[in-house]
């Protein structure tokens, strides 16, 4: 079992300002979703970094700034799921002779 100071070590708040419109739309999805306001703050912001990370490296692999490799790595994806990304995107793939061997 956790104790409180464990829990306290494995996370941390923060606290942000937001419209009474994203409150209420906080509000529609915790009803939809049977959770709390903290869960469902939890699991917007999780999706939120992952589509976040995920734009970030197409933008940069676009930009031929970064390999394939590497642009999976930082969408935390493997490499076969970022290629069906490029390809659902019709982005087209950069690779060179690093990335073939």
Do not use: H
Not at 14 to 21: N, Q
Not at 28 to 41: M, N, P, R
Not at 54 to 68: H, M, P, Q, T, V
Request: proline share 0%; charged share 35%; glycine share 2%.
């Amino acid at each position: 079992m956790l104790t409180n100071q464990w829990v306290s070590e494995l996370s941390k708040v923060i606290a942000t300002r937001v419209s009474e419109d994203i409150v209420k739309e906080i509000e529609f999805i915790c009803k939809v979703e049977g959770l709390d306001k903290a869960a469902v703050v939890k699991k917007l912001l999780l999706e939120g970094l992952k589509k976040w990370k995920l734009d970030y490296a197409l933008k940069l692999y676009r930009e031929g700034k970064i390999s394939i490799w590497r642009a999976a790595r930082i969408a935390d994806l493997s490499l076969w799921e970022f290629i069906d990304i490029l390809r659902e995107k019709r982005i087209e793939l950069q690779l060179d002779e690093n990335d073939l061997r």
